[in-house]
């Protein structure tokens, strides 16, 4: 079991919006930034999002962050097949000085 | 461009060490920490540890003081070594690049990942 809860899965159809919540506390979340990736089985994790709401270059803008309080939101916009699979966020643990992340959830694009 | 390649043997019976090394091409070494990351069969990702850009290290405590991770500045590769593995930590072990800053969560280039077997 995780520390940050995130839902197990979501869906959509192409083209509409989806939210993925990342939840935690005050130790997490709470006093750090969040990252997001994708991970596709059988590839290596991408950054999405960094710094809360930061986009790495090359990463369209139908992708968003936000965070408030010791909660966090990844938001994805025009859904394309090419979106599905995994979803985790990802943030610093205060007191065990660790990197932390959620136990993923598994997007399906219908 | 940066790359991230990593290499390291697949297959260790229990009580064996695993070692896996990381090669970084396109980008100067000394300004970034350097991770592993594993995922275990059906589970999550988890953090393994790093070594910063002033070569300290740190890793997770859930592994027991069993991580090791070095780097060699003269070829800009990195490595790690778990001790005493068990089945426990089959896994796809990523290494990745990190911000310089203590306590981000941000990897922005990643190994292909190296399916690491634990079996008798």
């Known amino acids: 079991q995780s520390v940050l809860t995130q839902p197990p899965s979501v869906s959509a159809a192409p083209g509409q919006k989806v939210t993925i919540s990342c939840s935690g506390s005050?130790?997490?979340?709470?006093?750090?930034?969040v990252s997001w990736y994708h991970h596709f089985p059988g590839t290596a994790p991408k950054l999405l999002i960094y710094?809360?709401?930061k986009r790495p270059s090359g990463i369209p803008d139908r992708f968003s962050g936000s965070k408030s309080g010791t909660s966090a939101t990844l938001g994805i916009t025009g859904l394309q097949t090419g979106d599905e699979g995994d979803y985790y966020c990802?943030?610093?643990?205060?007191?065990?000085?660790?990197?932390?992340f959620g136990g993923g959830t598994k997007l399906t694009v219908l | 461009q940066v790359q991230v390649h990593q290499w390291g043997a697949g297959l260790l019976k229990p009580s064996e060490t695993l070692s896996l090394t990381c090669a970084v091409d396109?980008?100067?070494?000394?300004?970034?920490?350097w991770n592993w990351i594993r995922q275990s069969p059906g589970k999550g990702l988890e953090w393994i540890g790093k070594i910063s850009r002033r070569r300290i290290t740190f890793s997770n405590p859930s592994l027991k003081g069993r991580v090791t991770i070095s780097v060699d500045t003269s070829n800009n590769h990195f490595s790690l070594r778990l001790s005493s593995v068990t089945a426990a930590d089959t896994a796809v072990y990523y290494c990745a690049r990190g911000s310089p800053f203590f306590d981000t969560s941000d990897f922005d280039y990643w190994g292909q990942g190296t399916l690491v077997t634990v079996s008798s």
């Open positions: 710094d809360n709401n």
């Open positions: 396109g980008v100067s070494f000394n300004d970034y920490s």
């Open positions: 990802a943030t610093w643990e205060t007191s065990l000085s660790v990197v932390i």
């Open positions: 005050t130790s997490n979340i709470g006093n750090n930034d």
